[in-house]
């Protein structure tokens, strides 16, 4: 398949573009990445996710695919040979995809709430809540990886992939409120699968550098607390 | 009714409440699949023990326990019976189209149910910024309703419904009931002909009809969950 037939518009610090970046690496697919920049978004982007217009989108065949978990199951059903990405049974892919949900719909707003909690009292409130996420999650690792290394398994898959793009975010919240999220003695399994998961062939090369990511993290939260002292006065 | 491809060993239970639109899409794909199953009411007050150790995360409807195995969130159940019950198949075969349908039914959970539940138990500022954002999508879901043309009436392909009519299908009484408890207008005829169409034309279908409910009905308990909300609001 012609590189240009794969083309990936993402941006560096998205953990949502991350997971289809580690999708196309699973499967060996070549594509042409295209960072975009946030803040002045392409017309290639704007005509591919008109309803959001948000990375990541996947391009394949000139078709556009958005939404990062419909762009891994895409991945996972356009090149359907080995390795896979979601599980054959359909009560285990039920259970991926329920996780994977949990994780989108409960856990990252907790971690994106972390940043928005105004005062010390919420500030707590939050981290608490995003640790509580984590205990479920150690709970929901021990099942699914039945004493492997991932949530799949023996190789990454769905939910490795959709919690794993957080890790580096996760440490951007660690460092910024000086506290441990992912705890070893409460989460052993999670914290023995999140240096896996960093050091996976498919993770390695894509993951941004969380140094790079927290100190774009404080850029950006630094700005917006200019931003809104500005406009509270 | 015939079952399709289910043995007479296989077990599927529904843990539903009768006013949930999401229990109703469930409701539907089993249906649309021809498979029999056993319906249970739960009470929400007293949660059965069945319900608290099917869905521990969440303790919420519905739940689809197949063979004893249970299955929670409306969008996963739904992909599950799909994927499990290969006949009559309720997403596209074609990967591309498959994504797509994906991307609608995340849209109208996040956009539109989401944001519908919000209007509902809300007021004020809170309510006005919720009712807003509805209408933004409804502008949305009406472009899309609108590319339908000629034959095709729904999103599914094939002239038949499909995973996007289902998810989309709380349109179908709910919201109207909603904006009548919660004081504001979403439905507009005028602004929205083509949801409008849709509308019309998924509540004649013989498989959708007879589920229905009646409007009284769940203007009462509609009713009661806007109090019980703003009344929790107002004690805090």
Redesign the interface.
């Known amino acids: 398949m012609a590189t240009s037939d794969v083309k990936l518009l993402g941006a560096w610090p998205s953990p949502f573009a991350l997971r289809v970046h580690i999708a196309l690496n699973i499967k060996s697919i070549d594509y042409e990445c295209l960072e975009e920049n946030l803040l002045a978004k392409s017309q290639l982007l704007l005509q591919s996710n008109p309803v959001h217009k948000k990375v990541p989108v996947l391009i394949h065949h000139d078709k556009p695919i958005c939404e990062s978990l419909a762009i891994v199951q895409y991945i996972d059903e356009a090149w359907s040979s080995a390795p896979s990405i979601l599980p054959s049974d359909p009560y285990d892919r039920a259970v991926a995809r329920f996780w994977a949900a949990y994780i989108d719909d409960k856990w990252f707003p907790w971690l994106n709430g972390v940043a928005n909690a105004q005062g010390a009292e919420a500030k707590k409130a939050a981290l608490d809540q995003v640790r509580e996420g984590l205990v479920v999650l150690e709970e929901a690792f021990g099942k699914c990886s039945k004493g492997k290394d991932f949530f799949s398994g023996d190789r990454i898959g769905y939910v490795d992939i959709a919690l794993g793009c957080f890790l580096g975010w996760v440490y951007v919240a660690e460092k910024r409120n000086d506290v441990k999220l992912l705890v070893e003695d409460k989460m052993p399994g999670l914290a023995a699968w999140a240096n896996k998961f960093c050091e996976d062939g498919t993770v390695k090369d894509v993951m941004p550098d969380k140094d790079e990511l927290l100190e774009f993290a404080n850029m950006i939260l630094e700005a917006r607390a200019k931003l809104n002292a500005s406009s509270n006065n | 009714m015939t079952s399709g491809a289910v043995l007479q060993e296989e077990q599927v239970k529904l843990l539903g409440s009768w006013y949930s639109p999401f229990v109703k899409r469930v409701e539907w794909a089993l249906k649309f699949k021809g498979i029999e199953y056993e319906y249970v009411e739960e009470d929400l007050i007293n949660k059965s023990s069945l319900l608290l150790t099917s869905n521990p ?1 969440y303790k919420k409807v519905p739940v689809l326990l ?1 063979n004893g ?1 249970p ?3 409306t ?3 739904i ?2 019976i799909d ?2 019950w290969k006949h009559n198949p309720i997403l596209p075969q074609d ?2 189209e ?3 349908a ?2 609608w039914a ?2 109208i959970e996040v956009k539109l149910t989401d944001v519908v539940r919000t209007a509902l138990i809300t007021q004020g500022e809170q309510q006005e910024k919720a009712v807003k954002e509805a209408k933004e999508a409804m502008e ?1 879901l009406e472009g899309e309703a609108a590319k339908l043309k000629g034959e095709r009436v729904f999103f599914g392909g094939n002239n038949g419904i499909g995973y996007v009519d289902i998810v989309l299908g709380l349109m179908c009484g709910w919201v109207e009931v909603i904006e009548e408890v919660g004081g504001f207008k979403l439905l507009d005829p005028q602004k929205q002909p083509h949801i409008h169409k849709w509308v019309a034309n998924f509540v004649e279908l013989p498989l959708i009809k007879p589920t229905l409910l009646p409007k009284e009905k769940l203007m009462i308990h509609f009713q009661m969950i806007r109090q019980a909300c703003l009344a929790l609001v107002a004690r805090k």
Do not use: G
Request: proline residues 4%; charged residues 25%.
């Open positions: 995360v197949h195995n299955i929670a969130q969008l996963v159940i992909e599950y994927e499990t990967p591309h498959r994504a797509k994906r991307f995340d849209f949305v």
